[in-house]
């Protein structure tokens, strides 16, 4: 277990939080939510004597179980992630606008650098109503239940924002509360400063200078944390330091930090051995040809979903050999189904497939196998099956796919990684890189995976899982709370 953060209490906060409440025939049910992010930040808060998670009323029972609690907060039936929560109740309409016109697609397009810049986005009154009635209220609501909770424990507290949801809490949490430590992970790519001008200045404004609050801004590679602090001297003209990676704002020195977020390989290899599992992997087992190809992604445009097919098909037009003997078996799970870019995303997902298979397919062989069931069981037995990985992205702040992927394979399977996905900066030099936008060059680079000599494909998979057990979610936490206690110096 990682070291503690000192005396302080530790207030955890994100949009979607650690467990999900939901009505059924026996009554009430709170899922946990899954995920490297939830098992990490969960272990950490189990092992402290005050912590509480700020996070939103999702579902209509959330709503129902902070209704019970008067809003304040609680200790989870049946003790949860071993943390108090905080549920924020939202208004249906600002949350709407905050989730899906705001968060997700504008920021998040930005970020992965996803718009088609001569045609989208439209700024109209529609965004910009979002952003005044929507993202600013919410992340208030948000930064005030903080706020709360930092006073209920006389004003000290160390503050774990999370993600993109959330730029303007930490800004308003230290005009209230000057005296926290404010510690801010972005999961999310930090694009080059230009990429933010597709906001009017006035929101791209707000945006920084919310996260200027923070003392930490965390990110999982080297390039988004210079990426940021070239941002903050190019659109607000601070000054900068890009070897201390720090930038100053009126008193104080704001520091941007990397630390690539991991899985938690024990529990993987302990999933990877179970029974449930080993059903998955016979039935896979059965319908195998000589190669199999794997993606397992949710269905984003930042994960490059039509290129890797439009690629695909392209292996098979040049290698007419393959027919019948390779299969792309594409575990793609359905996201964000309320944000209309996702909705017509997956729909272009599917005909491509349709048109790839009515192209290539035979009697009895269908080149690419959809499914949308987002089966965790059945995504280790791929994994553990897989002779080439595919992960493409557009841009992608970490995808841990690749992590787990590379730490249960049991058959000296190849990544096929994309330049622009984080994990390419510890993994890189074991794959076969990918360049996102070049589908010959994919191509070309899934079919030298599928025939790569044996040894080398051994020695390549041998030293991406012996980095991903080293450097594992424990580390990824320890190494930030290391830093935490270094920065908050003595007198905290
Ligand atoms: C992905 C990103 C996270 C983000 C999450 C939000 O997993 O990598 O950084 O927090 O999406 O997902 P949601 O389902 O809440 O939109």
Known sequence: MP???????????????PLEHTRGD?????????????????????????????CAALSEEDVAVTREHDGAAFEPEGGGPGVLLRMVELDPEAQHKFYAI??????????????????????????????????????????????????????????????????????????????VFLHHFVHIPWPHPDAWRVLPPVMRRAVFNGVLGNDVVAFHSARYARNFLLGCQELLGLQVDMDRLTVEVEERSVHARHYPISVDADALESTAASPAVADHERRLGEKRREHLIVRVDRADPSKNILRGFRAFDTLLDDHPELAEQVTFLALVQPSREDVEEYVDYLEQVRRLVDDVNAKHGTADWQPIELSLEG??????????????????????????????????????????????????????????????????????????????????????????????????????????????????????
Request: charged share 25%.
């Open 3 to 17: 070291e503690g953060i000192g005396e302080d209490p530790l207030i955890l906060v994100s949009n979607r939080g």
């Open 26 to 54: 026996d009554g009430r049910t709170a899922k946990p939510g899954h995920g490297g992010l939830v098992t990490a930040l969960g272990g950490l808060a189990g092992h402290l004597e005050d912590a509480v998670w700020v």
């Open 102 to 179: 705001i968060s997700n697609p504008l920021l998040w397009f930005v970020q992965h650098y996803l718009w088609d810049l001569g045609n989208t986005p439209d700024i109209t009154r529609r965004e910009v109503d979002a952003f005044d009635n929507g993202y600013v209220p919410v992340n208030a609501r948000f930064a005030d239940a903080v706020a709360e909770e930092v006073e209920a424990r006389g004003g000290r507290a160390t503050v774990m924002v999370q993600d993109y949801h959330l730029y303007l809490v930490p800004e308003r949490v230290r005009d209230r509360c000057p005296d």
């Open 375 to 492: 089966d965790f069981d059945e995504v280790v037995a791929a994994y553990k099956l897989f002779d080439v990985l595919v992960v493409n992205p557009v841009s992608d702040g970490m995808n841990l796919v690749a992590k787990e992927a590379a730490l249960v394979n049991q058959r000296d399977g190849v990544l096929a990684l994309s330049e622009n996905a984080g994990a390419h900066e510890e993994l890189g030099e074991f794959a076969v890189t990918l360049h996102p936008f070049d589908i010959q060059q994919q191509a070309d680079a899934i079919f030298a995976a599928l025939t790569m000599d044996g040894s080398e494909r051994r020695d390549r998979l041998a030293a991406s899982a012996a980095l991903v057990r080293e450097n594992d979610v424990a580390k990824w936490l320890s190494d930030q709370l290391r830093d935490v206690n270094e920065l908050r110096g003595p007198g905290h």
